[in-house]
T-cell receptor
């Protein structure tokens, strides 16, 4: 699976949009971009994933650049409860019966301030 | 629908002992994966089970083992505990492991402390 690079930490004001970047310059054509987050003392929580088109769900939006070498997770209106470590992961989509594991990096600690 | 449950939530053991952790996946989910999370190493994949068979394994010593039962519940065992095994052990379940669109749902984890 391709390696990802994320900033160690970011701050965001409550009510503002939080934009979390991720670089995955070695991503290959069959790898998806996944985002998870982990709130302190809880298990990771799935947020969103995409291949090459931008995606939106009730939690966030995912913007993937045209060359797919980077992406941005957008939380449109951050709240204090969004304070967490956010992980960007790239993984082969079709597991082909093996290697379904998720490889987590260090992630970005997002702190939402009142 | 109930989420992934893990028991116990907290555990304290001493070096040399062995421990068994349990995971109940979301109803209908057949794939269970285990991860170890430590401050220094982050979240690392241990192994994955599907239909009672281990399908994938991370780079951990043989002291770490697991199994899955016919009802998809899974256990992992660590023998001859070492101080470095102190970690949060997370279990994740997914519906069908071969489906690229199925995300993994994580449980709250078991916090293991080895003294």
């Amino acid at each position: 699976d391709a390696k990802t690079t994320q900033p160690t930490s970011m701050d965001c004001a409550e009510g503002r949009a939080a934009n979390l970047p991720c670089n995955h310059s070695t991503i290959s054509g069959n790898e998806y971009v996944y985002w998870y987050r982990q709130i302190h003392s809880q298990g990771p929580q799935y947020i969103i994933h995409g291949l090459k088109n931008n995606e939106t769900n009730e939690m966030a939006s995912l913007i993937i650049t045209e060359d797919r070498k980077s992406s941005t997770l957008i939380l449109p209106h951050a709240t204090l409860r969004d304070t967490a470590v956010y992980y960007c992961i790239v993984r082969v989509g079709k597991s082909g019966g093996s290697n379904y594991k998720l490889t987590f990096g260090k992630g970005t600690l997002l702190t939402v301030n009142p | 629908k109930a989420g992934v449950t893990q028991t116990p939530r907290y555990l304290i053991k001493t070096r040399g002992q062995q421990v068994t952790l349990s995971c109940s996946p979301i109803s209908g989910h057949r794939s269970v994966s285990w991860y170890q999370q430590t401050p220094g190493q982050g979240l690392q994949f241990l192994f994955e089970y599907f239909s009672e068979t281990q399908r994938n394994k991370g780079n951990f010593p043989g002291r770490f083992s697991g199994r899955q039962f016919s009802n998809s519940r899974s256990e992992m065992n660590v023998s001859t505990l070492e101080l470095g095994d102190s970690a949060l052990y997370l279990c994740a379940s997914s519906l069908i492991p071969r489906d690229s669109y199925n995300e993994q749902f994580f449980g709250p984890g078991t916090r293991l402390t080895v003294l």
